[in-house]
């Protein structure tokens, strides 16, 4: 079990950038495997970046690729999404999840959202246009 606290999120000119970062809690986080998603009104939860256990091995999706970087930090338990250029279509809520992380070389990462097994409450992204 482990559970996942985002923070980071507010409001921000186009242009703009945020720090997101999710804190881990209850168990080893290094045997995790994590992601970001997010879900802006009235649209489904989509995949934004994932990274695997041991940090070696990054995805991002297209629409965020070179804007967003995604980082973990395995002493403190934490995994964090740099965001810079925002656009006013990055509004959305963005969720920290996780998942454990099944290959022997911990390069393995996850983009689906039924793969993933915790997730955290969300925090609110807002860009202004």
């Known amino acids: 079990q482990v559970m996942l606290v985002e923070s980071g999120g507010g409001l921000v000119q186009a242009g703009g950038s945020l720090r997101l970062s999710c804190a881990a809690s209850g168990r080893t986080f290094s045997i995790f495997a994590a992601g970001w998603f997010r879900q802006a009104p009235g649209k489904e939860r989509e995949f934004v970046s994932a990274i695997s256990r041991s940090g070696g091995s990054t995805y991002y999706a297209d629409s965020v690729k070179g804007r967003i970087t995604i980082s973990r930090d395995n002493a403190k338990n934490t995994v964090s999404l740099q965001m810079n250029s925002l656009k006013p279509e990055d509004t959305a809520v963005y969720y920290c999840?996780?998942?454990?992380?099944?290959?022997?070389?911990?390069?393995?990462?996850?983009?689906?959202?039924?793969?993933?097994?915790?997730w955290g409450q969300g925090t609110q992204v807002t860009v202004s246009s």
């Open positions: 999840a996780a998942v454990i992380a099944t290959s022997v070389s911990g390069a393995r990462y996850y983009t689906r959202i039924n793969e993933y097994d915790y």
